[in-house]
């Protein structure tokens, strides 16, 4: 059983278009977080849920939103893409209450704006 | 603010040989200290992790790493390579009241050749 899923691994579009990439995991933990990794491979963190509340919200353009149901998923809604939002995007969680045990990744969803 | 430094962007070694990856971070508190390991087009898998205790930590795959407070350091070693540990390595650091934040390297690509 895959600990954190992302969907879709590939998503192609067109400039402009809004798009969703879904996350869940099943690890029981509390924290979720979203990672973008640019073409240099540089990870920067996005956004950080903790138990549905946003706790980490980096310097990212309003056009992404992120959303979390329940502390098992987290989402990643892209309006008006650009180029420059061409990137593998990570999806990754953690028990932020307890013992640090480190993140688990998702297996990234690789978004190409044309 | 914390971050973290990576000294070698990219490490050639012949296969059976020793690496060793170096880096370097920067906090003024007590920090928990990571190294990923990402396979090409795949995600992150943890190697190991520095919580507190010994300073020689051992992880997957035969790598261990060694925690030096005084040049804060965490750097990652091998003793002999094999062609499976070609991949892109990644130190991290994150301290609990960052909400796991976790704030990577730029990343060390390590080639294994035969």
């Known amino acids: 059983d895959t600990a954190v899923s992302q969907t879709p691994k590939y998503l192609v579009t067109q400039m402009g278009n809004d798009k969703s990439i879904k996350c869940e995991q099943n690890l029981g933990h509390d924290t979720m977080y979203w990672y973008k990794q640019d073409s240099k491979k540089f990870l920067k963190i996005m956004f950080s849920y903790n138990n549905k509340e946003l706790i980490i919200n980096e310097t990212v353009p309003n056009r992404f939103s992120p959303k979390s149901p329940d502390k098992a998923h987290l989402n990643l809604h892209i309006n008006s893409l650009e180029l420059g939002d061409s990137a593998v995007y990570f999806c990754?969680?953690?028990?932020?209450?307890?013992?640090?045990?480190?993140?688990?990744f998702g297996s990234g969803t690789r978004l190409t704006v044309v | 603010a914390q971050s973290v430094t990576q000294l070698d962007s990219q490490v050639p070694v012949f296969e059976e040989a020793p690496v060793e990856l170096r880096c370097n971070y920067s906090?003024?508190?007590?920090?928990?200290l990571f190294w990923y390991v990402q396979y090409p087009n795949q995600g992150l898998q943890l190697l190991l992790k520095?919580?507190?205790?010994?300073?020689l930590v051992k992880g997957i795959n035969g790598f261990e790493a060694e925690f030096n407070k005084s040049q804060t350091s965490f750097h990652l070693r091998k003793p002999s390579v094999h062609i499976s540990d070609t991949a892109e390595y990644f130190c991290a650091v994150t301290f609990k009241a960052a909400g796991n934040k976790l704030t990577f390297g730029g990343g060390t690509r390590v080639l294994v050749k035969p």
């Open positions: 990754a969680s953690s028990q932020v209450n307890g013992t640090v045990y480190g993140y688990t």
């Open positions: 906090s003024s508190v007590s920090v928990y």
């Open positions: 520095y919580l507190s205790g010994s300073t």
